[in-house]
């Protein structure tokens, strides 16, 4: 299937991915009342479907994807946006960029390889403490079955129910990686993966794919 989403990027202005929590903050603040920006429900708690708005840096630019109602949203902030306060500055923007971009998604009979540009949080507190007792093959196993879920996952926030499940097939090499989260260690990964499954560049998978952990990026074929 096709499936939709918009990047707007401040081209002229430069961050660091360590910097996308204050970039979040900043449009958290610029757009309280707003729950799409931060994914929590008033009166309800965290949302936990996909988040409709998620942030990036791209290619060291900050950035904004958006997928379902989070695109017109996202629109109105291209037009509005100019200035961004991170860490405590002003930056002037005179160069955004809008794309909308429609890709092909989805359970596919080829096979294709990606690798995560961020560190892929995989794991969440209850099932670190599982994962730490399994020895190398079955936390490799266990890493692939996860990330086949998050494929699910994914799919579900753009109504897209796999055809044929079983057939969905990943296969991975990944590498242990610490990250400092809310100034907490969490235990993350980087690595390379193939699947019989479609994924547009720049979706996130995993925990915290909102802050820009866990995004995907095609590898490229060496000529």
Not at 58 to 77: Q, S
Not at 91 to 97: A, D
Request: proline residues 5%.
């Amino acid at each position: 299937m096709k499936i939709r989403y918009l990047i707007v990027s401040w081209t002229d202005v430069l961050l660091e991915p360590r910097d996308i929590p204050k970039l979040r903050g900043f449009f958290v603040n610029q757009f309280p009342e707003d729950h799409i920006f931060h994914n929590h429900l008033p009166g309800v708690g965290y949302n936990y479907k996909a988040p409709q708005i998620q942030y990036r840096v791209i290619e060291k630019h900050p950035a904004l994807l958006a997928i379902n109602e989070g695109i017109d949203i996202i629109k109105k902030v291209f037009l509005e946006v100019d200035k961004l306060e991170i860490n405590g500055k002003t930056l002037i923007s005179n160069e955004r960029e809008i794309s909308l971009k429609e890709e092909d998604f989805g359970l596919t009979e080829d096979y294709y390889p990606y690798f995560f540009a961020s560190p892929w949080m995989a794991l969440n507190q209850e099932n670190y403490q599982e994962y730490n007792k399994l020895n190398t093959f079955q936390r490799s196993q266990r890493l692939k079955t996860i990330l086949k879920n998050n494929l699910k996952t994914l799919s579900k926030a753009f109504d897209y129910w796999i055809p044929e499940v079983d057939k969905l097939n990943v296969d991975g090499w990944f590498k242990p990686l610490e990250v400092n989260f809310h100034n907490q260690p969490m235990q993350c990964f980087t690595g390379d993966f193939t699947t019989n499954f479609l994924i547009p560049e720049f979706l996130g998978l995993g925990k915290q794919s909102a802050r820009g952990f866990g995004v995907v990026r095609k590898r490229k074929e060496e000529k």
